[in-house]
């Protein structure tokens, strides 16, 4: 049975992880990269990061953005997200507050969810962060749908 999730159980999904999958255009091509956020629902936008590159240079021209993240249970019980919304990248000491605030939400999540402590961000990110400090975007969410599967 498939059931549509209310807005409550769709940010709930969001709150819950920090893995999903990122999609923008670049040059008319659809592109979906994985990527690791947190959802931060006081401001309601998805805080990520990024080293420079093609992601990077196709957001800025086309700002349009979708992100889905997914609990699965089993084969027949899950809850999937898709978030539309805007990019928006950040500078200065505002990248360093939202870097910071998604930093403590990740390291929370995983240290919940996986019961494992970290000591800093490099730990539980796929790509190195070398001195350079990455480059801190938000979206801003403009709509959230979901769906479950339970049976």
């Not at 001195?131 to 975007?137: Q, V």
Request: with cysteine; proline share 2%.
């Amino acid at each position: 049975m498939y059931i549509t999730l209310d807005a409550t159980d769709s940010k709930s999904v969001l709150e819950n992880n920090y893995l999903g999958h990122l999609s923008y255009i670049y040059q008319n091509r659809p592109y979906v990269v994985p990527i690791t956020y947190f959802y931060d629902k006081d401001r309601n936008v998805i805080i990520c990061y990024s080293g420079e590159g093609h992601k990077m240079h196709a957001m800025r021209q086309n700002k349009q953005v979708a992100m889905n993240a997914i609990d699965v249970d089993a084969l027949t019980k899950w809850r999937s997200v898709m978030v539309h919304g805007t990019f928006e990248q950040l500078f200065a000491s505002e990248a360093k507050s939202y870097l910071h605030d998604f930093s403590l939400g990740v390291k929370s999540l995983i240290v919940e969810k996986e019961l494992k402590e970290l000591s800093f961000i490099s730990e539980f990110s796929s790509k190195a962060v070398n001195e350079n400090l990455p480059m801190i975007f938000i979206i801003k969410i403009d709509e959230i749908t979901g769906k479950m599967r339970k049976d």
